[in-house]
Antibody, heavy 124, light 107 residues
Framework: EVQLVESGGGLVQPGRSLRLSCTSS????????MSWVRQAPGKGLEWLGF??????????EYAASVKGRFTISRDDSKSIAYLHMNSLKAEDTAVYYC???????????????WGQGTTVTVSS | DIQMTQSPSSVSASVGDRVTITCRAS??????LAWYQQKPGKAPELLIY???NLQSGVPSRFSGSGSGTDFTLTISSLQPEDFATYYC?????????FGGGTTVEIK
């Protein structure tokens, strides 16, 4: 079964850091781009960033709201994607989802697999 | 950044109704648009990609159309399991962006 499982969420104080993990199974992780999306309580979806597969350079893209504070990385040997979050603010409180992206060099066919999400609460 | 505007923000409909949701991009995005369905407490699911391509396993009552700046998601005959929130997402250029969502409620 194709699956993504996020972990690492929890309660964190403002200004601190947190690393989320997205563990995949059921598919060849290295063949896919991955994204992170979050949803604040009662709000809509917010795209955070994207990491290409290594064959396309493994490079990253970010939303302006998190650029410079959040970093996406991947470990293909472990089939895990990471979201490193620094200088956390109260407004970063949300459910964080990782997704598998159907992206090639010249096309994008959506986020076809989503994890169940992990909750991050930023509060003192 | 490309802004995505969905309308309406909510719609009340009955089982069997035809429902149309609109998504407008602030700049032309060709056909690089996806639609997602999200039910309460659950992760979103991909319905449509490339503006009009039905994701595998999605019922044929869902359809998407449009290109450039104006797009629609249509549910031809609303079923009980379709009451949910729907989001559009542009993938023409980074940063990708989502619309604000449209909630389909029971009338």
């Amino acid at each position: 079964e194709v699956q993504l499982v996020e972990s690492g969420g929890g309660l964190v104080q403002p200004g601190r850091s947190l690393r989320l993990s997205c563990t995949s199974s059921g598919f060849t992780f290295g063949d896919y781009a991955m994204s992170w999306v979050r949803q604040a309580p009662g709000k809509g979806l917010e795209w955070l960033g994207f990491i290409r597969r290594k064959a396309y350079g493994g490079t990253t893209e970010y939303a302006a709201s998190v650029k410079g504070r959040f970093t996406i990385s991947r470990d293909d040997s472990k089939s895990i994607a990471y979201l490193h979050m620094n200088s956390l603010k109260a407004e970063d409180t949300a459910v964080y989802y990782c997704t598998r992206d159907l992206a090639s060099r010249h096309s994008y066919d959506g986020m076809d697999v989503w994890g169940q999400g992990t909750t991050v609460t930023v509060s003192s | 950044d490309i802004q995505m505007t969905q309308s309406p923000s909510s719609v009340s409909a009955s089982v069997g109704d035809r429902v149309t949701i609109t998504c407008r991009a602030s700049h032309a995005i060709k056909s690089w648009l996806a639609w997602y369905q999200q039910k309460p407490g659950k992760a979103p699911e991909l319905l449509i990609y490339g503006a009009s391509n039905l994701q595998s396993g999605v019922p044929s009552r869902f359809s998407g159309s449009g290109s450039g700046t104006d797009f629609t998601l249509t549910i031809s005959s609303l079923q009980p399991e379709d009451f949910a929130t729907y989001y559009c997402q542009q993938a023409n250029s980074f940063p990708f962006t989502f619309g604000g969502g449209t909630t389909v409620e029971i009338k």
